[in-house]
């Protein structure tokens, strides 16, 4: 066979060209440790325990978490303290530190009742605010004694005066050794007036 017929065949033949493993215009096919490619000119790696990594689960360069920096710095810090609940112990007690006192309740509605109502006539338009405020004040002059876990409740009543007579009773279930209350009355030319304190011991 002449060169000239060689050559002829060799520049007929099909060349084939060189098989690139990744094609240059087409990123690299995902794998199984990797579902996403690697962006491209970085190499692959697999994920460390501890690192924080993008929302492709993928970054260049392992770092740790901000979080977990912040949680570190916090404890290397001695003025750090968790916030713990406060938990209070039961104190065991079952009796009051302190009584309640008939006499000093009764001295208290009589003054409040003097003060608020004196010199006062009856009209039935402002009563019902006023036996709210008389409750109001009677309870506040009781919270300055001090008594401690008791439920203190407060009722006054204001009538108009008028030749007829009032009643007033109450009910209670209660504990008799600790639990009291205290009455008193006022009166003037056109109104009674009665104030009642009850007193709870909260166990």
Known sequence: MSTDSVNKMNDSSPVHPKKHPHPPNHPPPACAAHPHPHPPGMKGHRPRAGTWHGKDGLSGTPTVSRQRNTADDQRSDKSYHPDIPLEL??????EPDSRFSIRKVSKIIKSVLQEQLAGKK???????????????????RIKELDLDRFK???????????????????????????????????????????????AVYME
């Open 89 to 94: 112990e039961p104190t065991y007690k079952m």
């Open 122 to 140: 009856y009209e039935a338009s402002i009563m019902n605010k006023k036996s709210k405020t008389v409750c109001d004040v009677i309870k506040d």
């Open 152 to 198: 203190i409740l407060c009722w006054v009543c204001i009538s108009q005066k008028n030749n007829q007579s009032m009643q007033v009773t109450s009910r209670c279930l209660w504990d008799s050794k600790f639990d009291n209350f205290a009455c008193e009355n006022f009166e003037n030319s056109t109104m009674y007036a009665t104030g009642i304190v009850y």
